[in-house]
């Protein structure tokens, strides 16, 4: 089932967020996340708040999810609920609100609404809050989610960028995900959605599956370059408690991923694609051009403001972070009676911020500001960098190639 929230402290039935945060509303860029939690199946590594069929049966909710439009009464209240809470966001910001500068739909697998619901959340947005002119609008997608139609329909309703969920283009690293999509398909679906207008189309990428050798990897990152798409994320297969994949190792069916097999594979990834010209401007993200990055989440990673629509979905304003109830029927039943659908809240302190900063920002190619650290933290620069993990330069500081294959221990050795 999908992991579990933190407990927090009591939010507001209201939505009301402190004073303090709300004056820090109009200093940085505002994005919205809206979390779609339906899929047609559940992946066996994924521990993400998402909802299948059987997970949802409840009389009438949901038979099968074929199409976007199968989600039947389930997706229509799912989309009546997310219109409230967009409202309710934009009541609580009131006149701080900026325009929105990004908008994201992830999931779960957004495309199994029908493509002129996603239309209706966007519009939504930018009647509540305005669009920036040059916002960008990305959707999660399942490559067997989408068709030219409604690609077409989701173009010609705003949305500007699409991430296909390509994983692997090698059957057995496929069946062990438990992925439904064939090698082929993120291929020919990159094809429709550049024939639909989109300049911007993403692939992820998964390495480290259990039996997928380097040859394999090797061969799903020709493939998904041969697509020529402008943005590739890459994440190393993490194994989450109670998930099919970690039952599957725990009897002993599958091996942990190892360790020096990921880094391999991520050395890889980072010849194959920077060969091809291609940037990473975030530890597991790459980009063919400058314009070509993901601004959504270069917003989490630099500390912006964020709300989060729907099920489970987390949202930070001015140090203020909260999380939605996790499951569908709840979060429209709060909602349809005129409440916050938030489970709870906490107010980050200003080392907490601070902290965070460092979490976030060191991953960035661009780096982070030398005085985020503490006295302590700046102390173990030197050897840090004696060490080929860091370097400094204009009072930033940056991974190396090797101190991005142990972003984490770096990490705990500057805020420890």
């Not at 994983?167 to 999509?181: E, F, K, N, P, W």
């Not at 911007?200 to 380097?214: A, K, R």
């Not at 409440?339 to 302190?349: D, G, N, V």
Request: net charge negative; glycine share 10%.
């Amino acid at each position: 089932m999908p992991s579990a929230l933190p407990p927090g402290d009591p939010a507001p039935v209201n939505g009301a967020l402190p004073g303090a945060s709300l004056l820090e509303v109009g200093d940085r860029p505002l994005g919205i996340y809206l979390h779609v939690p339906f899929c047609r199946t559940r992946c066996g590594y994924c521990d993400f708040n998402t909802y299948t069929p059987s997970e949802l049966r409840t009389g009438s909710a949901v038979a099968e999810l074929q199409v976007s439009s199968d989600l039947g009464e389930t997706g229509d209240a799912y989309l009546d609920a997310a219109l409230a809470e967009i409202d309710l966001a934009a009541r609580v910001l009131g006149s701080y609100a900026p325009e929105v500068s990004t908008v994201f739909v992830g999931g779960g697998t957004p495309t199994l609404l029908a493509a002129s619901d996603l239309v209706k959340l966007l519009a939504r947005i930018r009647v509540v809050f305005g669009l920036a002119t040059d916002a960008e609008v990305t959707t999660e997608a399942n490559p067997e989610s989408v068709t030219p139609a409604s690609l077409a329909e989701l173009r010609a309703g705003g949305f500007t960028r699409i991430s296909y969920g390509m994983q692997s283009a090698v059957s057995h690293v496929l069946a062990t995900l438990d992925r439904v999509h064939s090698p082929g398909r993120p291929i020919a679906a990159v094809a429709e959605a550049r024939a639909a207008g989109f300049d911007q189309v993403s692939l992820d990428l998964i390495y480290g599956t259990p039996g997928e050798t380097l040859t394999d990897w090797r061969h799903s990152l020709d493939v998904a370059l041969g697509a020529d798409p402008d943005h590739v994320s890459a994440y190393a297969l993490v194994v989450e408690e109670g998930t099919k994949l970690a039952a599957r190792v725990r009897r002993g069916e599958l091996p942990l991923p190892d360790d020096d097999d990921l880094a391999d594979k991520y050395l890889l990834a980072e010849e194959v694609l920077t060969g091809e010209g291609f940037h990473a401007y975030e530890v597991s993200n790459w980009a063919a051009r400058a314009d070509a990055v993901c601004r959504h989440n270069l917003g989490y990673w630099r500390g912006d403001h964020w709300w989060g629509i729907g099920p489970g979905a987390h949202s930070h304003v001015g140090g203020t972070r909260w999380w939605n109830v996790k499951h569908p029927a709840a979060y429209a039943t709060r909602l349809g009676a005129g409440e916050s659908p938030a489970q709870a809240r906490e107010i980050l302190t200003a080392d907490d911020r601070r902290l965070e900063q460092v979490l976030l920002e060191i991953r960035l190619a661009e780096g982070m500001p030398l005085d985020r650290l503490s006295a302590r933290g700046r102390g173990r620069v030197g050897d840090l960098g004696v060490r080929g993990l860091v370097t400094v330069a204009d009072d930033r500081l940056k991974l190396t190639l090797t101190g991005r294959l142990l972003a984490d221990a770096v990490v705990r050795e500057l805020v420890d």
